[in-house]
């Protein structure tokens, strides 16, 4: 698993970054940089996604990618953790939040609850399905978009930097989309005659890892959300860590990070809860 890393190398407060199903560690990029002066930032590649190596497609699930962080947080060797899990990357925090004896201090849930909305789901899963070969940065960058506007409003410059690093360049100078197709296979429960009965089980799941964890928690959501709803969100200001709560104005799923308004309540929520003793 490759991931990329901000701040001094030898700093034991680090806050570890993880992106949503089709994206990339490079995704961080700003909010690295306006965290890496008090703390260490390591923003990984999530199996089959970026440079990391590509799994059998069954793989391709929470349980596996919590138990590749593991692995990861072992060699960090932090003092004290925080997390920043945006979509998929914050399911995978409240699996590690929900453990026993979890190690993280901090938990940044951007745009995820332990209940996702099944529209959302639905429209992600569309937007993935077509394996597409581009001609230029601009063409998938075009792309791109018409299939995230839910990220919200950006400018040209500012949406080509969320673009380059989710394309890889092929031998014939085309550009491909950095994930593995077969990370798709998990929505195949979608179709499934039982698959409202797989959801109901899976937000059970999640909402006894959500109720088990005892870090400081941040849930960000967009006023527009097609995948976290209000209601969840209520919900998770309730129980468990009962969680402090933040709503994006004018974004849907699900704020990148990138502007001031979006980073400076993360960064100011992990300072005040990484701060040493």
Sequence with gaps: ????????????????????????????????????????????DVAGRGRSQWLAPELYQVPQYAADMVTLLA???????GWVGTSMGGLIGIALGGLRDSPLQALVLNDIGPAIAEQGLRRIAGGLARRMRFASLDEAADYLWSV???????????????????????????????????????????????????????????????????APTL????ERSDILSDGTLQAMRARGPCAQGLEIPGVGHA??????????PVRRFLFEHMAAA
């Design 1 to 44: 698993m490759a991931y990329w890393e901000w701040g001094e190398p030898d700093n034991p407060d680090v806050v570890v970054c993880v992106h949503g199903l089709s994206r990339q560690g490079r995704d961080f990029d700003r909010l690295a940089a306006a965290l890496s002066p008090r703390l260490r930032v390591v923003c990984p």
């Design 255 to 264: 704020p990148t990070l990138m502007s001031p308004e979006q980073i400076e």
């Design 148 to 214: 995230s506007e839910g990220f919200g409003p950006h400018s040209r410059a500012d949406w080509l930097e969320l673009s380059r690093p989710m394309l890889v360049e092929q031998d014939d100078g085309s550009l491909l989309l950095h994930y593995d197709p077969a990370i798709l296979q998990g929505f195949a429960q979608l179709a499934a005659p039982d698959a409202a009965t797989q959801l109901a089980a899976g937000e059970q799941a999640m909402w006894a890892l959500y109720d088990a964890v005892r």
């Design 219 to 222: 849930v960000l959501r967009g």
């Design 75 to 81: 060699r960090l060797r932090a003092r004290r953790l």
